[in-house]
Structure formats: structure tokens, C-alpha cells
């Protein structure tokens, strides 16, 4: 399931802005395809426009009720509502502003929450930087000398370029008002830090759109 919602706060109508003349959602569907995966491809949107994205580039295409599609809509609601119209064993979430996910990188994902048999998973990017929550240190010390990065404990932080759920069990776990994203056995799978790159804002879009067009300009060095 590739959710393409068709407003966004900061940057209007994000899922459909071009690069390389391919809508940003082009690069979700096309990831999803290429990694050979899944039984059934869906675009699920609040918008019809995104029908004729899906019909383009032939996958599924799912019309949610318009009250899902607000900037207030929680991930679990999309889910379930998803989940109450379509038969699935696995549901995932491939998300449609991390146009950097790869395919191979999908396929290890899915592979690696079938293998350990979790109820649910995000992606997530390690961090070895110095880390603070509220001004106080959460994995140095203010006393010490000051840590090399190296040395520091990693922090890992959800990118959700990718989360998936038994779907079953999300749907038990929605009907008893629990938290449904994150529900069960929990797992957690650092990907690259391109795959961590969400579009959320002009500022993004460029640096995505840079990546893409220059991905394969090899490193120069002064001399």
C-alpha cells in the first residue's frame, strides 16, 4: 500500500510535484514493482487524480473516504480502514515521499519481519551523534571529556520509509483501542540513509531531486 495523500501543510500537493518529469509517488510504485514482492500493488488516496497515476503505471488504486485524507488522519485509521476492504496476510506501507528506498532494500525489510515473525516494524536510521532530549545528554555525559562520535552509544530514529504489519493482528490490537502501529512483537530495521531522506518540504524535494539526478557522479577530490 502506497498512501498518497492529496493535501499537505508544507508543501502542496508534495505526492504529485515532478522530478525528472515522474510524479514523487512515481518512485514509490516503481521501487514496489521492482522488488517483486507483493501479490497486489495499491495507491490508496483520498484524491481520484492519484487513479490516474495508478492506471499510468499499472498498479491498484483505492479511493478512501475523504475524512481520512486530513492533515488530523493517524496512520492507524488509513490502516484499518485499508485493512476492512482488502484480504491480505501482510499489509506494508511503502512510503510515497522516501523516493530513495530501493527495491533490493524493500525486499530485505519484508524478508527480515517474515524471518523473525513480527506483528509490526518501521525503518529506522542509526545516528552516532551526540544526543539531547529536553537539554539533558541521553547518551554522553556533560562531566566527560567530550566523546569522539565514533565511540558514542548509536541512537536510532524511525525514518518510516517502510512499515508493515501482520494484518490480523493489527486489526484485533485496532478493535481493543490499542496502539496499532507499533502493536506485538515490535521490530525495528535500520536502513540507508538515503532510504531516511522523507519529503516533507521544498527543502527536501530539492535535495531528493539533486540526489536523483546527479546519484551517479563519482567523488572527486582536490589536488
Same mark, same amino acid.
Given at each position: 500500500?502506497i498512501?498518497?495523500?492529496?493535501?499537505?501543510?508544507?508543501?502542496?500537493?508534495k505526492?504529485?510535484?515532478?522530478?525528472?518529469?515522474?510524479?514523487?509517488?512515481?518512485? !514509490? @510504485?516503481?521501487?514496489? &514493482?521492482?522488488?517483486?514482492i /507483493?501479490? +497486489?500493488?495499491?495507491? *490508496? #488516496?483520498?484524491?481520484?487524480?492519484?487513479?490516474?497515476?495508478?492506471?499510468?503505471?499499472?498498479?491498484?488504486?483505492?479511493?478512501?473516504?475523504?475524512?481520512?485524507?486530513?492533515?488530523?488522519?493517524?496512520?492507524?485509521?488509513?490502516?484499518?480502514?485499508?485493512?476492512?476492504?482488502?484480504?491480505?496476510?501482510?499489509?506494508?506501507?511503502?512510503n510515497?515521499?522516501?523516493?530513495?528506498?530501493? !527495491? @533490493?532494500?524493500?525486499? &530485505?525489510?519484508?524478508?527480515? /519481519?517474515? +524471518?523473525?515473525?513480527? *506483528? #509490526?516494524?518501521i525503518?529506522?536510521?542509526?545516528?552516532?551523534?551526540?544526543?539531547?532530549?529536553?537539554?539533558?545528554?541521553?547518551?554522553?555525559?556533560?562531566?566527560?571529556?567530550?566523546s569522539?562520535?565514533?565511540?558514542?552509544?548509536?541512537?536510532?530514529?524511525?525514518?518510516?520509509?517502510?512499515?508493515?504489519?501482520?494484518?490480523?493482528?493489527?486489526?484485533?490490537?485496532?478493535?481493543?483501542?490499542?496502539?496499532?502501529?507499533?502493536?506485538?512483537k515490535?521490530? /525495528?530495521?535500520?536502513?540507508?540513509?538515503? #532510504?531516511?531522506?522523507?519529503v516533507?518540504?521544498?527543502?527536501?524535494?530539492?535535495?531528493?531531486s539533486?540526489?536523483?539526478?546527479k546519484?551517479?557522479?563519482k567523488?572527486?577530490?582536490?589536488?
Amino acid at each position: 500500500m502506497i498512501p498518497a495523500r492529496i493535501g499537505s501543510q508544507r508543501l502542496k500537493k508534495k505526492n504529485l510535484a515532478l522530478i525528472n518529469n515522474k510524479p514523487l509517488v512515481y518512485y !514509490a @510504485i516503481n521501487a514496489a &514493482k521492482k522488488s517483486k514482492i /507483493f501479490d +497486489k500493488i495499491y495507491i *490508496n #488516496s483520498d484524491d481520484k487524480i492519484f487513479g490516474k497515476v495508478a492506471k499510468k503505471y499499472k498498479v491498484e488504486f483505492y479511493l478512501r473516504p475523504k475524512h481520512l485524507g486530513s492533515s488530523n488522519t493517524k496512520s492507524d485509521d488509513i490502516v484499518f480502514n485499508f485493512l476492512n476492504n482488502f484480504d491480505c496476510d501482510i499489509l506494508v506501507w511503502v512510503n510515497s515521499i522516501a523516493p530513495l528506498q530501493t !527495491a @533490493i532494500e524493500i525486499q &530485505k525489510v519484508v524478508n527480515f /519481519f517474515k +524471518k523473525r515473525d513480527y *506483528n #509490526s516494524l518501521i525503518t529506522a536510521n542509526e545516528f552516532k551523534y551526540h544526543g539531547i532530549i529536553n537539554n539533558k545528554p541521553i547518551n554522553f555525559k556533560k562531566g566527560d571529556k567530550f566523546s569522539k562520535t565514533q565511540d558514542l552509544t548509536p541512537i536510532d530514529l524511525m525514518v518510516y520509509s517502510l512499515m508493515m504489519w501482520k494484518s490480523k493482528s493489527f486489526i484485533k490490537a485496532y478493535k481493543e483501542k490499542k496502539g496499532t502501529i507499533l502493536h506485538g512483537k515490535v521490530g /525495528f530495521y535500520n536502513v540507508s540513509r538515503l #532510504s531516511g531522506l522523507i519529503v516533507k518540504n521544498k527543502l527536501d524535494l530539492h535535495i531528493v531531486s539533486a540526489i536523483i539526478n546527479k546519484r551517479k557522479d563519482k567523488i572527486k577530490y582536490f589536488k
